[in-house]
């Protein structure tokens, strides 16, 4: 009940086309949905996140859509740059009620998006 | 601004020997503390985290243990290493609770990449 599952595993997309990676939870008392990007050699850094009590959130070309009745949540790379090529890791949390600020890290998707 | 240290940067030991990885926090107090290990191409795995001076949580059983001597600084350490240990080590901080607003962003550093040879 504490994973988050993610998927694709790996996804290639065009210059200017959409990347879109999901991810799916069980525990119903995460209140905390975080999306890192990370570069080759380089530690994860934050990227976008919601609460549950929105739909969307959007922050210049990526936007997080939420489906709480789901349990799911994705991510959208509009307008795909070559520079957005790195590996993306959605995670929750309880962040209301935990002092341990532990977060559930999804498996990772890599991303290429070619020129 | 807050800022994390990680060192080494890169380490290449042999299996049997011992380890010991150093992180420090700068410019906020009371942190709580993690460290993760990456296997290439791999996801995160939370293998200890500390909510204040020498209280430390450990996830997964092994032969790794982590101590939090000082508020600010977290050391992952091992006696013998093994093949299975090489990775991508990564330290991060969150603000404790009692600082913290609705979220609970964690700030990585740059890692330390290690290879058991």
């Known amino acids: 009940q504490q994973q988050v599952k993610q998927s694709p595993q790996s996804l290639i997309v065009q210059k200017g086309g959409i990347s879109i990676i999901n991810c799916a939870y069980e525990?119903?008392?995460?209140?905390?949905f975080p999306w890192y990007q990370q570069f080759p050699g380089k530690g994860p850094a934050l990227l976008i996140a919601i609460r549950p009590d929105v739909s969307e959130k959007k922050e210049g070309r990526f936007t997080i859509s939420f489906n709480k009745s789901a349990k799911q949540f994705s991510l959208h790379i509009m307008d795909s740059q070559p520079g957005d090529s790195a590996t993306y890791f959605c995670?929750?949390?309880?962040?209301?009620?935990?002092?341990?600020?532990?977060?559930?890290f999804g498996q990772g998707t890599t991303l290429q998006v070619k020129p | 601004s807050q800022t994390i240290h990680q060192w080494p940067a890169t380490l290449v030991q042999p299996v049997g020997s011992p380890l010991s990885l150093e992180c420090t926090v700068e410019g906020t107090s009371n942190p709580n503390l993690y460290w993760y290990r990456q296997a290439a191409g791999r996801g995160l795995q939370l293998l200890f985290y500390?909510?204040?001076?020498?209280?430390i949580s450990s996830e997964v059983p092994q032969n790794l243990s982590a101590s939090r001597p000082q508020d600010r600084q977290f050391i992952l350490s091992s006696k013998k290493l093994l093949l299975s240990d090489s990775g991508f080590y990564l330290c991060?901080?969150?603000?404790?609770?009692?600082?913290?607003?609705?979220?609970?962003?964690?700030?990585f550093g740059p890692g330390t990449r290690l290879t058991v040879l």
């Open positions: 995670a929750a949390s309880n962040a209301g009620s935990s002092n341990t600020g532990k977060l559930i």
């Open positions: 500390s909510v204040g001076i020498g209280q």
């Open positions: 991060a901080w969150s603000v404790g609770l009692a600082g913290r607003v609705w979220y609970n962003e964690q700030f």
């Open positions: 525990n119903t008392a995460f209140d905390y």
